[in-house]
C-alpha cells in the first residue's frame, strides 16, 4: 500500500513539472488547489527564484499563502481580464476532458480561474481516469439560504445528498457557503445534468467541468500521458 501510495505522489509530481514546462516568462498563472496543483506550485515558487517575471491568480485561501510564501506576486480575480494558462487538479476525469473538481471545496473559485484562462492544463495521477465520471460525488456550492430548496431540487433530479462536514461541524467553503456532496452515480453524458444543475436558484457553482480543459497530463507510473482537447 506505501508503494502504491508513493507511485501515486511521484505521477503527480511528474504531472507537474510537465505542465509547469509551458509556463512562459511574463504570463499570468492561475494556480490550482490540492495535493497536485501542489507540486505545479511549488515548481512556478522555483522559476520566480530562477529571476522569471510571473504574477498569478490564486484559487483558495491556502494556495494564496503557499504561493505567498515561495515569493509568487499575486493578482486578485477582479484585476486580470485574461490568464495564459492554469495549472489544476481534478478528482476525476475521462478521455473527452470532461472533470469533477470540488473535493478540496475550491471549485467555485476553480471555475471562474479556469474560465478567465486562455489554456487550462489539468495534471493528475493515473487514478483519476474513468471511463465515466460520477463514482466520485459532484460538489455543489450553495448559499446557507437556499441549502433546503436546493437539496430538493437535486434529489429531484435523481442525486443522493449529503452535506459536506468536517471534524462534525458543516464545511464552509472561502466563500463562507456549504457544499453539497451530490451523488448521480455514473453518468453517461455529463453535460446535460451540468446544464441543470446551472440552473437551480441558489447554485453557486458545480463540481462538473465540461468545455473547460484544454489539456490534461496524467502521471503513469514514471512517465506522463497527455490527453489533448478538440
Not at 88 to 98: I, M, R, W
Not at 100 to 128: N, T
Amino acid at each position: 500500500m506505501e508503494k502504491q501510495m508513493n507511485w501515486s505522489e511521484q505521477e503527480k509530481k511528474n504531472a507537474a513539472l510537465e505542465a509547469v514546462k509551458q509556463i512562459k516568462d511574463n504570463q499570468i498563472i492561475g494556480l490550482g488547489t490540492g495535493s497536485t496543483a501542489f507540486y505545479a506550485i511549488q515548481a512556478v515558487g522555483e522559476l520566480v527564484k530562477s529571476g522569471m517575471h510571473l504574477q498569478a491568480v490564486a484559487t483558495s485561501v491556502h494556495t494564496e499563502e503557499l504561493a505567498a510564501e515561495l515569493g509568487i506576486k499575486l493578482l486578485k480575480p477582479e484585476e486580470v481580464e485574461v490568464i495564459d494558462i492554469t495549472i489544476d487538479g481534478a478528482d476525476e476525469f475521462d478521455s473527452a476532458l470532461n472533470l469533477i473538481k470540488g473535493g478540496g471545496g475550491a471549485l467555485f473559485r476553480e471555475k471562474i480561474v479556469a474560465s478567465l484562462s486562455k489554456k487550462e492544463i489539468i495534471i493528475a495521477d493515473s487514478s483519476k481516469l474513468v471511463n465515466k465520471l460520477g463514482k466520485f460525488k459532484i460538489p455543489v456550492e450553495v448559499v446557507p439560504f437556499g441549502l433546503s430548496y436546493v437539496k430538493q431540487q437535486l434529489e429531484k433530479s435523481g442525486a443522493t445528498c449529503y452535506l459536506r462536514k468536517r471534524d462534525d461541524k458543516v464545511f464552509l467553503t472561502d466563500n463562507h457557503n456549504y457544499i453539497i456532496d451530490a451523488d448521480f452515480g455514473l453518468l453517461d453524458n455529463p453535460a446535460p445534468l451540468a446544464e441543470t444543475l446551472n440552473q437551480i436558484e441558489g447554485v453557486v457553482a458545480h463540481g462538473l467541468f465540461i468545455h473547460l480543459a484544454t489539456q490534461v497530463i496524467m502521471g503513469k507510473g514514471d512517465q506522463v500521458v497527455v490527453y489533448a482537447g478538440n
